[in-house]
């Protein structure tokens, strides 16, 4: 089974930008959905967005909807998570997490990376 590594994490302004990449480590993500999380301290971890493996669809929490991309590439070895516009709330811990499959719920997602940390400064 495929095992998720996230890079790309980092201390950014207000307003700005980064990409988080999540690789398939040792495989690719075919046949996989994956997803993103986040958790900031003294909060439960949750949804920040997900891409289907059959069809490619996305879905994005409503928090970041219009804000971060989540996207993979042609090779699927690797799925992206582009946050732009940043928020000091948007600061946390981002997990990426693979199903195999389609995936319906959150539940869904049993395979998950150690977590890369972004913080947004005012």
């Known amino acids: 089974q495929v095992q998720p590594v996230e890079s790309g994490g980092g201390l950014v302004q207000a307003g700005g930008s980064l990409t988080l990449s999540c690789a398939a480590s040792?495989?690719?993500?075919?046949?996989?959905?994956v997803a993103w999380f986040r958790q900031a301290p003294g909060n439960e971890r949750e949804f920040v967005a997900a891409l289907t493996w059959s069809d490619g669809s996305t879905r994005y929490a409503d928090s970041v909807k219009g804000r971060f991309t989540i996207s993979r590439d042609i090779a699927k070895t690797t799925v992206s998570l582009q946050l732009n516009n940043l928020k000091p709330e948007d600061t946390a811990v981002y997990f990426c997490?693979?199903?195999?499959?389609?995936?319906?719920?959150?539940?869904?997602?049993?395979?998950w990376g150690q977590g890369t940390q972004v913080t947004v400064s005012s």
């Open positions: 040792g495989r690719t993500f075919e046949s996989y959905s």
């Open positions: 997490a693979a199903a195999y499959g389609d995936w319906a719920t959150s539940d869904d997602f049993g395979l």
